[in-house]
């Protein structure tokens, strides 16, 4: 399968056939942007399980590099993009934080592949969703989500950093921006075929 530049998608004809669904994970650590990404893309409203951050949600969850962020998924973001006539993707944004990890690996099950959303000006915390992944058969691709358009590391630097492989893509993206999230997205799928063993 080759995919091609991103169209909005045209109206069905009745009668033709449904795109393939198919389910991508959004991972990473706390406040890294996975709603955020989710929502920038989402065609239907999105489905988060926000809930306000506590004064000791606070200081168990670290927030003072995010301190402008006042909520944080407990469960999942749930959206969905029809990529086009043959393709619509059902994304689901796990938890950040380390107390909400059960439910990564439910989130995991069944999924295509996974995108992997790191922090540069935090890579501290980004080990653990690297990590995971890499201990997986989910494919997946880290990408550096750019705060304010800019990256606080070079992208090799990050790549040494968190000791990720030199096979795993490494892309830098923002997560506000609709088109850098759905060539993210796209980028998630093609390392995908390829680790199946499909090509274009």
């Not at 406040?31 to 000791?56: D, H, N, Y």
Request: aromatic share 8%; glycine share 8%.
């Amino acid at each position: 399968m080759d995919f091609k530049p991103f169209a909005e998608p045209a109206e069905r004809a009745p009668g033709s056939r449904q795109p393939v669904p198919v389910k991508l994970v959004v991972a990473g650590g706390f406040g890294v942007g996975k709603t955020t990404a989710v929502s920038s893309v989402s065609e239907i409203p999105l489905l988060t399980t926000e809930a306000a951050i506590t004064e000791v949600a606070a200081q168990i969850d670290r927030t003072g590099e995010v301190p402008d962020k006042v909520t944080t998924t407990v469960a999942l973001d749930f959206g969905r993009i029809t990529i086009d006539d043959e393709l619509k993707l059902y994304l689901f944004g796990t938890p950040g934080q380390d107390r909400f990890g059960f439910m990564w690996h439910e989130l995991a099950k069944g999924a295509l592949g996974a995108l992997v959303i790191v922090d540069t000006r935090r890579l501290d915390d980004c080990y653990a969703a690297v990590d995971y992944f890499e201990h997986t058969d989910v494919p997946f691709v880290v990408a550096i989500n750019r705060f304010h358009g800019v990256l606080a590391h070079e992208m090799e630097e990050v790549r040494w950093a968190l000791a990720i492989s030199e096979d795993t893509p490494l892309i830098a993206f923002d997560a506000r921006d609709r088109r850098s999230v759905i060539d993210a997205l796209l980028t998630v799928l093609r390392r995908s075929l390829e680790r199946a063993g499909v090509h274009g």
